[in-house]
Every structure is written in C-alpha cells, then in structure tokens.
C-alpha cells in the first residue's frame, strides 16, 4: 500500500530544523520583548469577509489565493491568509484600545495561500508577525525597523537590504492613482492581460508585474514620490532621520507597492539576493485606516510579518542552533543492567541531563556504535558484574579515556562534569 503524503505545497518542518526555529522563536520573543511587545494568539480561521474587506477585494491574494468553505453550509470561512487582519479583529472584538493608548503585539503561526509553490513559497507558511496600533509618528515606524533589523542581526543575517517608500495617504494618493491610470491607458496595446484588468482593479499592483513588456512600460510610470502630499513627505523623512541616527542602511524604492490594499505612507521590506527569486524574507507597513475599515475607531498602526521558511533558510545550522549535547549514554547489558540503567537516565533527565540508553540488550560494540553516532559526551558501561561490584566504567568519549566509578556516586559525577 501507498504512504500518504503532505498535500502539496505544505510542508513538514522536521528536527533539527525544528531547533533553529525554536532559536529564532525565542530570539523574537526576547527582544520584541525590550521592545514592549506582548504575544498574542489568534484562530487561523476566520469569516472570509475579514479578508475581503482588510487585504482588499482586488488582490491577488483575496482574488485567488484563500483557501476559502462554506461551513455546513452556514458561513464562509477562510484559512488566514495573513495575520494583520486577525489581530485588529481580536484589538476590536476585546477593546484593547479602549484598556491602552498603545498595543503593541505580535504572533507567530501558520498562514495559508494556494499559490503555486516553488523553492521558498508554499501554501501553508509560517510568519512572525508584529503589530503596533496606537501611534501615527514616524520614529514609531523607525523604531519598528530599528527592531525587525537587531533581531535579523541577532540570529546571524548579513548583506540584507531595506527597501522603504511612501505610498501616501487618502489625500495625494488618489492623484498618483489617476496618473497611474491614464498613463497605463497610453500604453494599453502592450499590457499583459492581469495588468489590463489592474487598471480597473487596483493599478498600483502593476508595478510587480513580471512580464517583459510590462515592466518596460512601467519602467516609465509615475512615481508617488511626483504626488506625495506635504504631511506624508514630513512623516517621510523624519522616518529616514531616525533610520540615519542607528546607521541603519536603507534605500529608498519608490516602485516598492505591497500587496495587500491597507497600506498608507511607510512601507518597506528586506531582500536579500541568497533567496532567488522569492527574495523578501519580510514586508510591512503603515496601515492608518485599517482599524476603522474593519468596524473601529480612527486608530493608525504599523506591523510586519517575516517569513519563517526564508528567514531560516538563511541561517546555518551551527549558529546556536546545534541539537542540543547528549551528556551521556549508558551502554545496558543484561537484565539487572537495564533497570539501573533506567533509573539512572531518568534521574539524570528530571535534573535536566540529556541521558540515553538502550533497552534492547544489544552487544557492547553496537551500543558504543551508538553512543557515537549520537555523540555522547560519556558513556557509562554497566554489565552484570559491574551491577554486582556496585560499580561501573565511565569512559570520556573526546579523549578515550576511562575510570571506574561507584555506582552510589554516577549521579554526582555527571552532574558535576556536564556543568
Ligand atoms: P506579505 O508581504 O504578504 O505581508 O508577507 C510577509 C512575508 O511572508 C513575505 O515577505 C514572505 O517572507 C512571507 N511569505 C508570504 N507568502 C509566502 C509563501 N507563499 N510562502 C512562504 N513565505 C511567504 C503580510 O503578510 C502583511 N500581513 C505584513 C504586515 C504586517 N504588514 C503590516 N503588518
């Protein structure tokens, strides 16, 4: 009979990746930590109609990519697509804005989108995600990529690049959209058919077609920056200032347009050439009215999300990331062997030493086969006459070494070499 397999497109994280996740959980959580932030948990389904009016009807993403059922024919749900949207509804549904002027959380979890999958893209991904809802100043949005950046450093990246750019706000955009508009209608004869449906839909997602000839039309198009509006430019350049007072290296990219509808003014993302094609390890971005869009009050926010696949996909396993050290192996033979054995690998687990042994009654020479390959730092040889002296051989597996020691005192002695 066959095995079943993953669907495709979702993929099994199996160890030891699972422990350089756990690194990079943790390392998050810590410094999001000096940074104010607090975890938040949120379902990964919700009602479809979060997303069509968060991301935008006109996305790809809520076009084609939700994974989207009727529940016994009742309502329509859909397995987020991202995790924006579900934490201002949780922010609402709980009024944590009416309990603090400022929130700020983050979350990390799965995130569902039917793309087609290729190396670094996948239909069920995983994303830390990072949100502040309360503040409109810029040295907010500054500090948010002061942090995203110490965190990227802290687990190892380099040769990363922040790109950053304005899209505006209710007032200039409307302009840059219109322009956007008739000069897509000059060149209307060469559009690939997605970009001429965009005019209609959502002009600005021209700007990441991929087709040839689009993009050297696009190469011509007007930028935001002709349009932006003087508060915008202000918020803007102190953005920048702030970025410049933590050398923070950035360039600006005023073709930058994301993805998802929300966005005003700041937005920004990092690349890096080591992931081909899918090159973003993370994106985010300012999102003034999504609160009030999705039924709340007039509150700005800011948030990213960072791919966890991307992200660890550039981290190499050593960098603090090694399976943790098996402390020591005890090689069992015979039947009173394997009791003390048992009890003396769980002793030394519950005080928090990685311990192995092997019930099986295998020969010496494949448990010493064993003890290596699971490079055990020592290996304790308890055989029926050892059981009987009340003793046993501890041999140093780096320098081959060995002593026999009472059997009273094992404990002790690991715990004090292992320290
Ligand atoms: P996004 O740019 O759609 O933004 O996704 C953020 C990151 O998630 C991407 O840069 C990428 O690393 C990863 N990602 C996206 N799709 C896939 C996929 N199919 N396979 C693997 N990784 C993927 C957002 O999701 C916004 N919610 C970010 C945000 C938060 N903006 C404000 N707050």
């Known amino acids: 009979m066959d095995i079943i397999r993953a669907v495709r497109g979702f993929k099994d994280i199996l160890p030891p990746e699972t422990e350089k996740w756990q690194y990079i959980e943790d390392t998050a959580a810590n410094i999001f930590r000096a ?27 809520v076009e084609k990519e939700m994974y989207t059922f009727v529940d016994r024919g009742e309502e329509s749900l859909t397995l987020r697509p991202e995790a924006t949207a579900s934490v201002i509804r949780a922010y609402l549904e709980h009024s944590l804005h009416s ?42 949005d500054a500090e948010l990529i002061l942090m995203l950046l110490h965190f ?100 600006v990219n005023a073709r930058m347009v994301r993805g998802l509808d929300y966005y005003t003014r700041t937005t920004f993302e990092v690349t890096t050439e080591s992931l081909g094609a899918q090159n973003a390890v993370l994106g985010g971005g300012r999102y003034d009215h999504l609160v009030k869009d999705l039924g709340g009050p007039d509150i700005p926010g800011i948030g990213f999300a960072i791919g966890l696949e991307r992200l660890a996909s550039l981290i190499p396993d050593h960098n603090g990331t090694a399976s ?37 009654g295998r020969s010496l020479k494949s448990q010493m086969k064993r003890a290596d390959k699971l490079k055990s730092t020592f290996v304790l040889i308890l055989g029926e006459k050892e059981i009987n002296a009340k003793r046993a051989l501890l041999r140093n597996m780096k320098s081959s070494s060995q002593e026999e020691v009472a059997l009273d005192d094992i404990e002790n002695i690991i715990t004090n070499l292992t320290r």
Not at 199 to 220: E, G, Y
């Open 35 to 61: 940074f104010g932030f607090k975890e938040i948990r949120i379902p990964i389904l919700e009602k479809t109609e979060l997303f069509r009016r968060g991301i935008g009807e006109s996305t790809d993403i």
């Open 152 to 251: 990227l450093h802290s687990v190892g990246l380099e040769n990363l690049n922040l790109e950053i750019n304005s899209l505006g706000c209710e007032r200039c955009r409307p302009a840059f959209r219109e322009a956007i508009v008739s000069f897509l209608r000059g060149g209307k004869n060469e559009l690939c058919e997605d970009c001429l449906r965009r005019i209609s839909t959502n002009p600005l997602r021209i700007f990441d077609c991929k087709v040839d000839t689009c993009r050297q039309i696009i190469a011509r198009a007007p930028l935001m920056t002709e349009f932006i509006c003087t508060d915008c430019r202000e918020h803007f350049l102190i953005l920048q200032e702030g970025l410049r007072l933590f050398n923070v290296a950035y360039t």
């Open 99 to 140: 309990a603090e002027p400022v929130s700020k959380l983050f979350t990390i979890g799965p995130m569902f989108r039917r793309e087609r999958p290729q190396k670094g893209r996948y239909r069920q991904f995983n994303q830390i995600d990072a949100e502040i809802l309360g503040p409109d100043d810029p040295r907010t």
């Open 324 to 360: 943790p050290i098996l402390h020591l192996y005890i090689a069992a033979l015979g039947n009173a062997a394997l009791t003390t054995a048992f009890l003396l690998t769980n002793r030394l687990r519950l005080k928090g030493i990685h311990a192995e042994t092997d019930y099986s």
